[in-house]
Nanobody, 124 residues
C-alpha cells in the first residue's frame, strides 16, 4: 500500500505562485507514474497534470498548460506541481495520485493510490 501526502497549499492572490509537493512512501516510488488532480466545490475531480515514472514524459490539462509544471525527484520520493500565474478558477483541493499502468494519464480511474489533498485558494 502506498501512502501519499500533499503539502504546500494555501491562500494566494491572483497572479501569484505556489509549489505543491507530494511525498510518497510504502512502495517503490519510481515504479509509478504520478498525477495531480483537483476538485472545486460542487464539481467533479479533474485532471491537472501527470508525469511518467522516469520523468521523461509530462501531460497537462489545457486549462493549466503554460502555467503549471509537474516534476519529480525519485531520490526523494516526491512529485511537485509548480503553479504560476494563478487564477481564481484554480481554487480547489489538489490531490496527488499514483498509478502502475501507463496509459491514459488523464483518467481518474487509472490511478491506484490517492493522497488526502491540499487546499489551494486564489483570491481575486
Amino acid at each position: 500500500q502506498a501512502q501519499l501526502a500533499e503539502s504546500g497549499g494555501g491562500l494566494v492572490q491572483a497572479g501569484g505562485s505556489l509549489r505543491l509537493s507530494c511525498a510518497a512512501s510504502g512502495r517503490t516510488f519510481s515504479n509509478y507514474d504520478m498525477g495531480w488532480f483537483r476538485q472545486a466545490p460542487g464539481k467533479e475531480r479533474e485532471f491537472v497534470a501527470a508525469i511518467s515514472r522516469s520523468g521523461d514524459s509530462t501531460y497537462y490539462a489545457d486549462s493549466v498548460k503554460g502555467r503549471f509544471t509537474i516534476s519529480r525527484d525519485n531520490a526523494k520520493n516526491t512529485v511537485y506541481l509548480q503553479m504560476i500565474s494563478l487564477k481564481p478558477e484554480d481554487t480547489a483541493v489538489y490531490y496527488c495520485a499514483a498509478r502502475s499502468i501507463t496509459i491514459a494519464p488523464w483518467t481518474r480511474g487509472n490511478y491506484d493510490y490517492w493522497g488526502q489533498g491540499t487546499q489551494v485558494t486564489v483570491s481575486s
